[in-house]
């Protein structure tokens, strides 16, 4: 090598290291340039799901997938009400995505390898662990799937949940009795009216057939679950800045929750709170929110608007609302759950 | 037919009794059948009328104001703006109103007896009618800007049947003239593109539209999913209605045409003045026809996510203070649909009957 390539060489490591510096500090993020652009966000989000996404009657959207669509839009510019939402139906989800025509899909989607490695998409966290569940009389006293020994189990024949069920209870060797229906409808109906012991779906179906129930006060559904369909937003390839954004939006309502931080104590939090993590998340120490490109104030905008994790969980699916779900498995890994974040620091 | 109606007597009341008789009860096996009729009626309509009138909750505005085995018509009540609007905002709704009223004036006028230059008027009319309602709508030029997104429910039906309509019959005729064309070359072009469209069931082009237009445009290009399900739709209506106008057209003597001819008068003129007014006028049953199965047709866009009557009344279904009003929703959508739908057919029954007299 001569002294002269060397130079260039050395010359090009430096440029390099110089590029990574500034990459380091604010990489381009063409995503956040065109939301601040058009001044708002565009979300993509189920075409109604009850407490996780819907219309209300003065045509608001609300819903748990729908308030972190909120706390992305309060985070990056200030205000959750910029949100445009692109209702998608199963199908429409991936193109809607992957075209651009939304930034973000908050759409209980679950999280699955072939999802990730093949649609172009990443999972940016869970908001909701989703699993195949039991519903019982409170009156029975059963609080687990494997409380069910000898009960009959109404489902629809030929389902996803028939097969799951089945297979369960063999793996175990418990004997359950499985009582086929021709629809879901109609099991869950003779569910109602006594003819099983139990139905079986997922917690969010449950939770929504729940209501339609003669007396949905009379109804347990069971936290633990058979299956396992982590949900969580998803964002395009590409663009990772914007994908940081997405998954610590998230983390943020996470440790809001940990930290105790609600929409209610969020100004006294960021103007007295000795506790370092807490300064950090609500921009009083640190620079935080500008290390992400965003303002500092970032996440106390998503919490004081939207609120923690746990604020949006009960409002929307939880024992505010309706739907009257228990936290589970949604309960932080700190009180029972699996609901995690990883630290600001 | 009875000796009555075979003699065109009006009978007085006093014979009612006599004439049911005469009618449904002439012999045993009349009498079982009616009988039986009778019986299916009353086991099918005293439950549906219990349900939706006698036992049905009206007042109130909450789930909890329904109690009991009746439809809960609060449901309708408290979704009633959505129904009709969709999301569009409160405070421009008068446009949508304002929108409608010109519609109808709009239809009566291009169907006025006394309208001069018939031809050239009601195209007119309607294109007038398109450019005013499509601001009205969606703003701009000191209107509010209202994004397709926030339109929905019975207006959006009604958008999407009218300029699919509007957009299907221009170009449905001349498809029609195209196929009957004596140029090879058109007669191909037109040929294929009504086959094409005519052999695609409206489910797949509006999901193609709706999902795959996307992902092929060039990177920047966004067309309206609103106008994406529209063109598709308006496409498939356009090769119905030419192959009714193609029936019209086939109806009128050659020797028609090539009277025109001998007189002196070109191809445009031919089919404009003397051709197409008469094969319309046959024509005009069938393409009723097939505008009212368009506005059945509309609802498929729900399954691409835009929120038309039966798209609203689905998606409200999701909202937990609501869940489970299946019944009420699909009854008042499906009402809709059939008030709409017959209305069409009435008036055009009327239309029939006029010109029949003026002619």
Redesign the interface.
């Known amino acids: 090598m001569t002294l002269l390539a060397r130079g260039a060489l050395g010359a090009a490591i430096l440029a390099l290291g110089a590029g990574a510096a500034t990459a380091q500090q604010l990489a381009p993020s063409p995503t956040l340039d065109a939301i601040r652009a058009r001044g708002h966000l565009e979300c993509g989000v189920?075409?109604?799901?009850?407490?996780f996404?819907?219309?209300?009657?003065r045509?608001e959207w609300t819903g748990l997938d729908v308030d972190f669509c909120r706390a992305v839009a309060a985070a990056v510019l200030g205000d959750a009400n910029k949100v445009?939402?692109?209702?998608?139906?199963v199908?429409?989800r991936w193109?809607?995505l992957?075209?651009?025509?939304v930034d973000l899909l908050s759409r209980n989607t679950t999280i699955t390898f072939s999802r990730n490695a093949s649609l172009g998409v990443n999972f940016q966290g869970i908001n909701f662990y989703e699993g195949q569940t039991f519903i019982v009389r409170t009156a029975s006293g059963a609080k687990k799937p494997t409380d069910l020994e000898n009960a009959s189990i109404c489902v629809a024949a030929g389902s996803t949940e028939e097969r799951m069920a089945a297979d369960y209870f063999r793996e175990r060797n418990l004997k359950v009795s499985i009582i086929n229906f021709q629809k879901n409808d109609d099991a869950i109906a003779a569910y109602d009216a006594g003819r099983c012991d139990s139905y079986t779906a997922g917690i969010g179906a449950l939770a929504?057939q729940r209501?339609?129930l003669k007396t949905p006060g009379d109804h347990f559904i069971m936290t633990e679950t058979i299956s396992n369909d982590p949900q969580g937003p998803v964002t395009r390839w590409g663009d990772e800045r914007w994908q940081a954004v997405v998954r610590w939006v998230l983390n943020g309502m996470i440790a809001a929750e940990h930290l105790g931080v609600t929409s209610r104590n969020v100004d006294d939090m960021r103007a007295n709170s000795r506790n370092a993590e807490i300064r950090r998340l609500l921009g009083a120490d640190g620079n935080f929110g500008a290390m992400l490109g965003l303002p500092n104030d970032w996440m106390f905008n998503a919490i004081k608007q939207v609120g923690n994790y746990a604020e949006s969980f009960e409002r929307t699916v939880g024992k505010g609302?309706?739907?009257g779900l228990e936290r589970g498995q949604n309960a932080l890994w700190t009180r029972g759950g699996i609901l995690f974040t990883s630290p600001f620091q | 037919m009875t000796a009555a109606g075979t003699l065109g007597v009006r009978p007085v009341r006093a014979s009612l009794l006599r004439r049911i008789k005469a009618d449904y009860f002439a012999t045993p096996l009349n009498a079982v059948v009616s009988l039986l009729c009778i019986a299916a009626i009353i086991a099918i309509v005293v439950p549906i009328v219990r349900w939706a009138l006698i036992d049905a909750h009206f007042a109130g505005t909450t789930r909890a104001d329904c109690t009991g085995s009746g439809a809960c018509w609060v449901f309708v009540k408290a979704r009633f703006g959505q129904f009709m609007y969709g999301f569009y905002p409160p405070a421009e709704r008068w446009r949508v109103n304002l929108a409608a009223v010109l519609m109808i004036a709009a239809a009566v006028l291009s169907f006025w007896p006394g309208l001069p230059r018939r031809a050239l008027a009601v195209p007119l009319i309607w294109a007038g009618f398109l450019v005013i309602a499509t601001w009205l709508l969606s703003g701009g030029a000191g209107l509010t800007r209202v994004e397709t997104r926030q339109w929905g429910g019975l207006m959006l039906t009604v958008f999407l049947s009218v300029y699919a309509g509007a957009l299907a019959v221009p170009l449905g005729i001349l498809l029609a003239l195209g196929r009957q064309s004596e140029l090879p070359v058109i007669r191909l072009v037109a040929t294929i593109f009504i086959e094409f469209w005519r052999g695609v069931p409206i489910i797949t082009v509006i999901f193609l539209a709706s999902l795959l237009l996307p992902l092929v445009m060039p990177a920047g290009w966004d067309i309206d999913r609103l106008v994406r399900a529209l063109v598709g739709l308006a496409f498939v209506i356009a090769a119905y209605m030419a192959e009714a106008v193609r029936g019209g057209l086939q109806a009128i003597p050659k020797g028609q045409a090539e009277a025109a001819s001998a007189q002196g008068l070109g191809y445009w003129q031919t089919t404009g003045l003397v051709v197409l007014p008469q094969a319309l006028r046959i024509s005009m049953p069938a393409m009723t026809n097939e505008f009212i199965a368009l506005v059945k047709n509309t609802s498929l866009v729900s399954i691409v996510s835009i929120f038309d009557l039966l798209g609203i009344a689905q998606a409200s279904l999701a909202d937990p203070a609501w869940v489970g009003m299946n019944m009420e929703a699909y009854a008042f959508a499906g009402t809709v649909y059939w008030l709409i739908c017959f209305g069409l057919s009435r008036w055009s029954r009327h239309l029939e009957a006029g010109r029949k007299t003026t002619h």
């Open positions: 189920h075409l109604g799901l009850p407490g996404s819907f219309a209300n009657d045509g445009r939402y692109t209702p998608t139906s199908q429409q193109p809607v992957q075209s651009g025509q929504g209501i339609k609302s309706p739907l």
